[in-house]
């Protein structure tokens, strides 16, 4: 089938068959059995928010504000389902891929107008199975997708200061839905300074813009006396602390390898070509940048994890357009295409594999089965709020956290050192006031802690195997 042919053109029937790939490619997940780790952490982050519990003072988590915000409304609107975030991962692909070929187009970026652009999205966005979740970097690239549309409008356009306002601002949105986004900002100042007119009010306008959001968000902190959190538990553990591995390094550099290449010789062989006007090799250069700014956001992220890849979708989609534009011979064109979907289609399948096997090992940290449950003496533990001392999700698919201790990294500040009288009156004081009904004790630490708290043999009675602790008072 000439694929490329029939997205040749532009217009809302061939976007719809874009949409329809898209659902075509994320089908069988839908009905896929196992469950993604780091989604599971994400929901259950804005399930106990529904609790009013004010995030980073009561919840203590490096997941970014208006992440945390939309999974909250999420469990508040569908519950802990990690269906809905596949169906809303599904949507916000679409979206990204029209708005992605929407602003190529108005910009004139691409010699022609088609439907390419939202094509090559779609297919970028779908070269792992962990995409496919409503991740934070996903999210926040909704916001970043702008950005790159008022840089490219500047060098198009010439001068517009409006354009400096707004891009600022939609960095600062999207850093707030994926905090390694911020870094970006070194990335659009040095854009704005080299491929347009750059002064002190245009960076004026363009930091303000950037800081708003984030102002806003440290004000609201601020008078809920949680701004001090805010500053440890978001930014310093971010930048500072040590990352959580879903998976290896090597791992998603496998994963993200044959795109990058794929897009690495789509650039040379574009610089190859001279026909093209100085706006469009200032795009191309935007774009190298917003590579090499993605490997640096990259290195500063601290769950490690294939959706990180997310960041590169539009930079990858950019040069493989220009690709496959450059192409005159429509059979070479065809057959390049179909090795690349095909090519994609047997790695995507062939990493799920991979981890499946891990998953039935029980050796994956990314991946849980939808019917795990959780057990104490061999009852079922369901609908119950739970503590858990190091790492255990299988819990969380059907039980609530209770404790401010939700992130296990950030946990250790007072677990990790047991001898500190101060920590040790924390943890009396955060466990014992919430009292949760299970604690899951995957780290071996509750004997030293009923030796230091005593009070805890009254309220705790331990599982056969002492990694569960039931309260019985």
């Not at 898209?22 to 896929?32: G, H, Q, T, V």
């Not at 928010?49 to 988590?61: A, E």
């Not at 996903?138 to 549309?149: A, C, K, S």
Request: charged fraction near 15%.
């Amino acid at each position: 089938m000439p694929v490329l042919q029939f997205l040749k053109n532009f217009d809302p029937f061939r976007l719809l068959a874009v949409a329809l790939i898209a659902l075509l490619a994320r089908f069988y997940w839908f009905s896929e059995d196992a469950i993604l780790i780091p989604s599971m952490q994400w929901l259950s982050i804005g399930e106990m928010m529904s609790d009013q519990k004010v995030l980073y003072k009561d919840i203590w988590t490096s997941l970014e504000p208006f992440s945390a915000g939309t999974y909250y409304l999420i469990d508040l609107i569908f519950g802990k389902s990690t269906t809905a975030l596949r169906v809303l991962s599904l949507f916000l692909c679409i979206i990204q891929a029209f708005l992605f070929n929407f602003y190529v187009s108005q910009t004139n970026i691409y010699d022609q107008k088609t439907t390419y652009p939202a094509f090559f999205y779609v297919l970028f966005c779908s070269i792992n199975y962990d995409f496919f979740s409503l991740s934070p970097v996903q999210l926040g690239l909704t916001f970043m997708l702008p950005v790159m549309y008022f840089l490219f409008q500047d060098v198009r356009m010439g001068e517009k200061s409006k354009n400096h306002f707004f891009a600022g601002a939609s960095l600062g949105v999207a850093s707030l839905f994926y905090l390694p986004f911020a870094c970006f900002i070194i990335f659009v100042i040095y854009s704005f300074a080299v491929f347009s007119s750059f002064d002190f009010k245009r960076f004026f306008q363009l930091l303000s813009a950037f800081a708003f959001p984030w102002l806003m968000v440290f004000s609201y902190y601020y008078l809920n006396g949680s701004l001090n959190e805010v500053i440890s538990n978001l930014i310093q553990s971010t930048f500072f602390s040590r990352p959580q591995y879903y998976v290896d390094f090597y791992s998603i550099v496998k994963v993200g390898l044959p795109s990058a290449a794929l897009s690495i010789v789509a650039f040379f062989f574009t610089i190859s070509k001279s026909k093209f006007l100085n706006f469009q090799y200032s795009s191309m250069k935007i774009m190298v940048m917003w590579f090499v700014n993605g490997l640096v956001a990259f290195l500063i992220m601290n769950e490690w994890g294939y959706f990180n890849l997310y960041i590169m979708v539009p930079v990858f989609t950019f040069f493989t357009v220009f690709l496959f534009l450059e192409i005159d011979r429509w059979w070479i064109k065809e057959g390049l295409v179909w090795i690349i979907i095909v090519s994609f289609a047997v790695l995507h399948i062939y990493y799920r594999s991979v981890d499946g096997d891990k998953l039935r090992a029980g050796t994956s940290a990314m991946l849980i089965n939808k019917n795990a449950e959780a057990r104490f003496d061999g009852n079922v533990i369901d609908g119950k709020t739970i503590l858990i001392l190091g790492q255990n999700p299988v819990a969380l698919i059907h039980n609530k956290q209770a404790t401010l201790y939700a992130s296990w990294n950030l946990s250790l500040r007072h677990f990790g050192d047991l001898t500190n009288y101060n920590n040790i009156s924390s943890i009396y004081t955060n466990v014992l006031e919430t009292k949760p009904q299970y604690i899951f004790d995957e780290a071996g630490l509750m004997p030293r802690l009923i030796e230091r708290i005593p009070e805890l043999a009254i309220h705790y009675e331990p599982s056969y195997d002492k990694k569960t602790y039931k309260l019985i008072k």
